[in-house]
């Protein structure tokens, strides 16, 4: 069950998916994709908007939301200038990849999606087949209308 955890923290069935994509120039662009359980969605929904989150159409706009890393491990996003804190329980590991794209000065490109955007049985299967599988229930949800992104300015708290 999801519950406040104080302070604006928010400890809520998520999942949180880190990766890499190339992006203009060359240059690797990191990407956080969240999924909050539907008791909590709206919630998210509401901070992400209020951050300056967008539908997920064109490009994504610059947001007030920070994503704070801490030794290697992305440990939350913080929205609505820190009254909505996210974070993953435990938190995720992000990789020395994924770190040095998010210190490019674009920050990470944060993509909110509905409750059930990640596939049943996904873990399941061989790393490409749940690369394509996600990869077209995110698409579908996009098209529907119902992702939500933008671009959080990212906080390193020491060494990856």
């Known amino acids: 069950?999801?519950?406040?955890?104080?302070?604006?923290?928010?400890?809520?069935?998520?999942?949180?998916?880190?990766?890499?994509?190339?992006?203009?120039?060359?240059?690797?662009?990191?990407?956080?994709?969240?999924?909050?359980?539907?008791?909590?969605?709206?919630?998210?929904?509401?901070?992400?908007?209020?951050?300056?989150?967008?539908?997920?159409?064109?490009?994504?706009?610059?947001?007030?939301?920070?994503v704070e890393v801490r030794e290697g491990w992305f440990e939350r996003l913080v929205l609505v200038g820190g009254r909505g804190v996210w974070e993953p329980h435990p938190p995720v590991a992000a990789s020395p990849v994924w770190t040095s794209a998010a210190a490019e000065p674009t920050g990470v490109l944060v993509l909110v999606v509905p409750p059930g955007t990640w596939p049943p049985g996904l873990m399941g299967l061989d790393p490409l087949e749940q690369a394509e599988a996600f990869g077209r229930s995110l698409e579908a949800a996009r098209l529907q209308g119902l992702v939500l992104h933008g671009t959080a300015a990212v906080v390193t708290h020491g060494d990856p």
Do not use: C, H, K
């Open 1 to 66: 069950m999801a519950e406040n955890a104080g302070g604006g923290r928010r400890a809520a069935p998520m999942v949180w998916a880190l990766a890499v994509r190339e992006g203009p120039e060359g240059r690797s662009a990191a990407e956080a994709i969240v999924e909050v359980g539907e008791d909590w969605y709206g919630e998210l929904v509401q901070d992400a908007l209020d951050s300056g989150f967008m539908l997920a159409a064109g490009n994504p706009p610059t947001t007030t939301g920070v």
